[in-house]
């Protein structure tokens, strides 16, 4: 078993394939869970799709195999499958293989289901096609029909396939289903899956798919089960679950070509550089645009992390937020206060910034969000500016790099709970006065579209919760500095100068 969560391989070049001279893309997940089975069916399906036309990649090849495992006993593997894959890269492409396969081999009663009918028509036509194109498959067709939002496939052999949109009757006509698929399951909810489990009853060995672009929490409301799905692979504790996760980890750089070959397994073939470069472009414009870009295009989801189906509501309000964000703020540089904080996996470090105005509110950035190792440098640097405070939260993982702060002359100002929760008080309430403003950055929305709060003891204060598992340390840095900025500052030295080109005070 390989278990979810494995140490990163960072890969900068991928090994050519004879049959896809173009193809440069990380062909392993980020994330795997399966387990060892007999692929000889694997082998097969492949061997049939081959003939009928259709080729698979490598990584795509790996899925198909998992997905058609076999246990000693014959029953499958791995029946419940889970594959999150950026879009446009060729996941339908292992659906197709394996609604072939357990149609015209297997004789399988097999649902076809995704969030709209253009997704599942288009299924339904590539899969027609490749019948239509070998004639030794045709003539196993009794019938077939495409219309009314709904697709079927009928064989001599008893086997079945219907392609539609999930719906309350989506599983009429069956009285079992051998195989479930449910595409474009970041929209997927518990009555949609309650409509056709039944089915799934009166077969002898069912298998269920969940295959899927990442859950962007913001635009897809219903993507409670899937999120509920990559928790269970990510738990790495289940057996007979297939797990594999395409995507780019936070700390790797979303404007290198690198980080797009790792999330993009097919890379070279159906994602360009031209085209994700592109789409950058388009989507880079707002905020809410680059989230979209690294949910769809490097597989970095924006996961619910209360899975019981209660719509998320944002500590800050968004709009509230993007309203205060000041390009060019007027700022008193002589008078700041940053902090450092750290998540719980210690994948990066976020150093934030306080300064300041002219009038009187404050202005906030993030000055730094890397690896903790260069934290140090940079705080160091920023301390030699004479900053009111340099703050870390006492219950912070970044605790971690006191020791070399201190060793380098940075005297470190350790905040407990209820120190950051009146900062956070002050925020809500400078927000809401106009007294708070920030650049914009986009680790910060990112932060506030899933942070949470839990409480900080009585009256309603309250701090930021870190069990969720999310990077949220830019909004927590903000908190910190603004705790900061209630410090008592040394008088700097007349010659110090904070302006450069790129930050405010560093």
């Known amino acids: 078993m390989t278990a979810a969560g ?13 049959d896809w001279p173009t193809l440069t893309g990380r062909q392993k997940p980020h994330h795997l869970l399966e387990q060892a089975g007999d692929h000889a069916l694997g082998e097969k399906a492949l061997t049939l799709a081959a003939r009928a036309g259709s080729r698979s990649m490598p990584w795509q090849r790996d899925a198909q195999l998992a997905i058609l495992a076999k246990r000693p006993d014959g029953m499958w593997t791995h029946p419940l499958c889970v594959i999150i894959c950026p879009r446009q890269n060729g996941k339908s492409e292992i659906l197709i293989v394996r609604v072939l396969f357990g149609l015209f081999k297997l004789g399988e009663n097999i649902i076809y289901t995704a969030q709209r009918w253009t997704t599942a028509e288009d299924i339904y036509l590539r899969i027609w096609a490749l019948i239509e194109g070998q004639p030794s498959l045709l003539r196993n ?5 495409c219309s009314q939002g709904r697709g079927t496939i009928h064989l001599k052999n008893g086997g079945k396939v219907v392609f539609t949109t999930r719906s309350a009757d989506a599983g009429r006509g069956f009285t079992k289903l051998d195989l479930i698929i449910y595409d474009e399951a970041y929209s997927l909810t518990d009555g949609e899956m309650s409509a056709l489990a039944p089915l799934k009853m009166a077969a002898d060995d069912p298998q269920t798919i969940f295959a899927s672009s990442a859950v962007n929490e913001a635009q897809h409301p219903d993507g409670f089960v899937l999120s509920g799905m990559r928790e269970l692979g990510l738990s790495g504790e289940p057996d007979d679950v297939y797990f594999s996760e395409f995507m780019a ?32 472009r388009e989507l880079g414009v707002t905020a809410g645009g680059k989230i979209s870009f690294d949910v769809e295009i490097l597989g970095r989801g924006r996961w619910p992390t ?7 509501e944002p500590v800050i309000d968004l709009d509230a937020w993007r309203d205060h964000v000041v390009a060019e703020p007027e700022l008193d540089f002589d008078d700041f206060a940053v902090s450092f904080d750290m998540p719980e996996d210690r994948s990066v470090l976020t150093i934030g910034a306080a300064t300041r105005r002219v009038d009187g509110g404050i202005h906030y950035e993030v000055v730094f969000h890397g690896k903790a ?3 140090v440098e940079t705080l160091t640097k920023v301390n030699e500016k004479n900053p009111r405070a340099v703050c870390v939260s006492r219950s912070s993982p970044a605790m971690s790099i006191v020791p070399d702060l201190e060793d380098a002359g940075v005297e470190i100002v350790l905040v407990n709970e209820q120190q950051q929760a009146q900062a956070n008080g002050a925020l809500v309430d400078e927000l809401a006065a106009d007294l708070t403003s920030h650049t914009g950055d ?8 899933v942070a949470e709060k839990r409480s900080a003891g009585a009256g309603g204060a309250w701090t930021w919760d870190r069990k969720t598992g999310s990077v949220i340390s830019p909004m927590v840095c903000v908190s910190l500095a603004r705790f900061g900025m209630w410090a008592e500052v040394e008088q700097a030295p007349a010659e110090s100068k904070y302006e450069t080109e790129d930050l405010f005070i560093v």
């Open 249 to 280: 980890p936070e700390e790797m750089d979303r404007d290198s070509e690198d980080t797009w070959r790792y999330a993009s397994p097919s890379y070279g073939v159906i994602q360009t550089a031209a085209k994700i470069r592109n789409t950058q």
């Open 6 to 18: 494995a140490t990163i391989e960072r890969t900068t070049s991928s090994p050519t394939y004879e």
């Open 373 to 375: 190792r260069d934290a």
């Open 141 to 145: 067709v009794v019938k077939h029909t």
């Open 306 to 312: 209360d899975l019981s189906g209660e719509r998320f």
């Open 442 to 449: 986009e680790l910060f929305e990112s932060a506030l579209q």
